[in-house]
């Protein structure tokens, strides 16, 4: 199964498409809700996208890992990171379903 990367133009083109915004509209929108969607996440708010899913900024902990060729031990300092999950109706559509009547975001 070979996926097709999808860049800002083509989610620009979508919108062109789809809303018929002008392309300069429909290319100034695409980033203000990507800008919006950055700026909550590094002011560590979660982002919901009903029945697509969450943007979690999570915080882990300072550890212990192993450099994997020579095996010698390493502090990996604390750190935020960025966890996606999905809607519980976007599982159902990425594996054939039509996700009809599963309205459970929250996972």
Known sequence: MTGKT??????SEAVYQQVGLSRTESSALVETVLSEICA??????TVKLSSFGSFVVRSKGRRVGRNPKTGVEVAIEPRQVMVFKPSN???ARINGMNGVGDHDDDE
Request: aromatic fraction near 0%.
């Open 40 to 45: 909550c996440l590094a002011a560590g708010e």
């Open 6 to 11: 999808v860049t800002r133009a083509d989610l």
């Open 89 to 91: 109706v976007l599982k």
